[in-house]
Nanobody, 121 residues
Framework: QVQLVESGGGLVQPGGSLRLSCAAS????????MGWYRQTPGKQRELVAMITDISRTNYLDSVKGRFTVSRDNAKNTVYLQMNRVTPEDTGVYYCNADVAQYLGSETYRYWGQGTQVTVSS
């Protein structure tokens, strides 16, 4: 089994910064893609940022230049540095990891439990 535990959410003022972390643990052979999605009421879950095992990244257009995704492969951890946040960044942020548990096994996507980010003055 694989568990993803997120931390770092909370209340932040517009223009402020926040850093989210997500650590994967359990039976892990390799992790190809790690990323962050967010969910807001009435909207589908959307990809915010993702990073591959060779550090290729992809971002939602509205966060480009403000958010930075990174990972520490030795710690199986992905981070999301959020700068110059706006109220539109409010939502529940979920991390994901595409994990192979054994050499040659299939990759499955695992999810964290979600962490609330609220941008408000």
């Amino acid at each position: 089994q694989v568990q993803l535990v997120e931390s770092g959410g909370g209340l932040v003022q517009p223009g402020g910064s926040l850093r989210l972390s997500c650590a994967a643990s359990g039976r892990i052979y390799s992790i190809s893609v790690m990323g962050w999605y967010r969910q807001t009421p009435g909207k589908q879950r959307e990809l915010v940022a993702m990073i591959t095992d060779i550090s290729r990244t992809n971002y939602l257009d509205s966060v480009k230049g403000r958010f930075t995704v990174s990972r520490d492969n030795a710690k199986n951890t992905v981070y999301l540095q959020m700068n110059r946040v706006t109220p539109e960044d409010t939502g529940v942020y979920y991390c994901n990891a595409d994990v192979a548990q054994y050499l040659g096994s299939e990759t499955y996507r695992y999810w964290g439990q979600g962490t609330q980010v609220t941008v408000s003055s």
